[in-house]
């Protein structure tokens, strides 16, 4: 499997090729680790996509649970906002529960949340994903939801959370 994502290069852009890694990589069920990844990148002998892979390595995250997720992470990290953390944990005071966010900004309470076509289509997920949502904004949170039509202009949604970032107080370079 490592080689087949080291083959993977020649074929997929680089942020699909991170998501294919960060699928391989996710803490919930990974099917390999970083470092056979890194040996079958050193041990990898084709040139068609040789150049990529070190750098998509360096870009995997196993906090990653989705493709959208790792597609917008890749995007946000490429741009000058600041990078997100990947599913982060957020204890909630008013109800006495713990969530994690897609991706989340915790400095300026800013989180970013993937709605898959699952989270509308399951009764008992759609209930949920609103009350966790509105249970974080009651704390202070910012929430922002996407869905898998806005991955496809990932530069809208950048703009998206820049505005919302720089509503928290960002700025450039801070």
Request: net charge negative; aromatic share 10%.
């Given at each position: 499997m490592e080689r087949t994502w080291c083959d993977l290069a020649a074929k997929l852009s680089f942020a699909d090729l991170v998501a294919a890694g960060d699928y391989l990589l996710c803490w919930e069920d990974p099917k390999t680790t970083v470092e056979r990844l890194k040996d079958a990148v050193d041990q990898y002998t084709s040139q068609r996509g040789r150049a990529v892979l070190p750098v998509a390595l360096a870009a995997l995250c196993p906090r990653s649970r989705s493709r959208p997720e790792s597609l917008l992470r890749v995007a946000l990290v490429a741009s000058p906002l600041p990078d997100p953390i990947p599913n982060f944990g957020v204890h909630l005071v008013l109800s006495r529960r713990n969530i994690?966010?897609?991706?989340?900004?915790?400095?300026?309470?800013?989180?970013?949340?993937?709605?898959?076509?699952?989270?509308?289509?399951?009764?008992?997920?759609?209930?949920?994903?609103?009350?966790?949502?509105?249970?974080?904004?009651?704390?202070?949170?910012?929430?922002?939801?996407?869905?898998?039509?806005?991955?496809?202009?990932?530069?809208?949604?950048?703009?998206?959370?820049?505005?919302?970032?720089?509503?928290?107080?960002?700025?450039?370079?801070?």
């Open positions: 994690e966010i897609d991706l989340a900004y915790p400095k300026y309470k800013v989180g970013l949340e993937y709605q898959g076509d699952h989270h509308r289509e399951e009764v008992g997920q759609w209930r949920r994903d609103v009350k966790r949502g509105n249970d974080a904004v009651d704390e202070g949170w910012s929430m922002l939801y996407f869905t898998g039509d806005d991955t496809k202009d990932l530069a809208e949604l950048l703009t998206r959370v820049e505005r919302r970032l720089r509503q928290r107080g960002w700025r450039d370079g801070c």
